[in-house]
């Protein structure tokens, strides 16, 4: 297998470098891309040191089994294409490609089927809040069908890459004015992630939206997020509350949640700092007055279940179906 992370210098590319040894892919030749400003770092892999190259559209005419992208949407937009055009299997963590309606937008324990028969092009990974929601929900739908989820998220400074962990990290030094976040994130929250649009939802939110109901494949159901960020290094935590198509009992409710892969029910009263670096979403304080609506907590490590964890899951579920 011939492999590429392209910004593998990054948050999100360093953890797909440390996951793909986690679960054991070895490819035979391996490559590093990030910007200019990056060539020449260094990255280990398998014990092994390699350089970091510059990405260039020469690069990307190569051709690999597969490259994981994670370089921020204009460099996925500007580069994707051309590998794809090469005839590799692109995975792709921005927002470039996921609503394109050829390309699969995919969270393999959900809808991995739809990689059978996809030899190459692009891939894309979803947001990183929407796929630990939609993990903890899709069993659910399954049973009894999703009419509306009302959400509020709770997203960690690492969802903005390394310049967000930054910025938090020196305004607890006292050092920094709002760069990143649009208000100060030390000992605050911030209910803005992303750009405002003209309908009053972030494009975050409406990442949310568009996405579930891609993934779910159900564009019936209604979806009204607020998206929150918080003082926290790693991890999204979500409140979700969902009302059903169906009716429900809370122990059919309970046993969709524990029958989904990858999706850990407890009574436990889960936080960031217990679900941080494991690639499990956790569910907890599932509970509901009535038979068709209800409340969870979820908490995923969003650099690994949101982002490289999914994709490198991408990689290994299109390898076992093709
Ligand atoms: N953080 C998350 O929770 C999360 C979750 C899901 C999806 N994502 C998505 O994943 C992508 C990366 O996010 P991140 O959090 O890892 O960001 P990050 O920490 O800021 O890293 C960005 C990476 O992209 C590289 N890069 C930037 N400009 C480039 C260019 N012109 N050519 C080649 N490489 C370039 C950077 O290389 P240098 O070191 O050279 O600057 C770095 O390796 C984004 O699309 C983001 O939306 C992030």
């Known amino acids: ?16 470098v440390r996951v793909l040894q986690e679960q054991n892919v070895q490819p035979a030749e391996v490559e590093f891309f990030a910007s200019a400003k990056s060539a020449g770092a260094e ?38 294409p051309t590998a794809a055009g090469a005839g590799s299997v692109v995975i792709d963590n921005s927002s470039a490609f996921r609503m394109s309606p050829k390309i699969p937008l995919v969270v393999p324990e959900i ?32 049973r009894y069908g999703i009419r509306s989820i009302v959400v509020s998220t709770y997203q960690s400074v690492s969802g ?31 209910p803005q992630i992303g ?18 109901r891609k993934i779910l494949r159900d564009p019936e159901i209604s979806i009204w997020p607020t998206t929150v960020r918080v003082p926290v290094l790693y991890c999204h935590s979500e409140a979700v509350f969902v009302e059903t198509r169906k009716a429900f009992d809370l122990s059919g409710l309970e046993a969709a949640v524990a029958g989904s892969e990858h999706v850990v029910l407890t009574q436990d009263m ?27 907590w979820n908490v995923a490590d969003n650099i690994r279940v949101g982002a490289a964890t999914n994709a490198v899951r991408i990689l290994l579920k299109h390898g076992e179906l093709n």
């Open 1 to 16: 297998m011939r492999l590429a992370v392209v910004g593998a210098t990054g948050e999100v590319g360093r953890m797909m």
């Open 43 to 80: 990255v280990e892999f398998y014990g092994k040191k390699y350089r970091v190259k510059e990405l260039t559209k020469k690069a990307m005419e190569q051709g690999y089994d597969y490259l994981l992208f994670s370089a921020g949407a204009s460099v996925s937009r500007e580069f994707a």
């Open 111 to 142: 809808n991995g089927d739809i990689l059978r028969g996809y030899r190459k092009g692009i891939v894309a990974n979803p947001n990183c809040s929407t796929i630990q929601m939609v993990l903890g929900l899709y069993r659910i739908h399954e």
């Open 160 to 190: 903005a890459g390394k310049n967000g962990m930054n910025e938090l990290e020196e305004q607890m030094k006292g050092h920094i004015a709002p760069k990143k976040f649009v208000k100060q994130i030390h000992l605050n929250v911030v």
């Open 195 to 212: 750009s405002l649009l003209e309908n009053g939802f972030t494009d975050e939110e409406m990442k949310m939206v568009n996405e579930t």
């Open 270 to 296: 889960v936080t960031p700092l217990d679900a941080a670096g494991t690639d499990l979403t956790f569910v907890s304080r599932l509970r509901a007055f009535d038979d068709t609506r209800f409340l969870m």
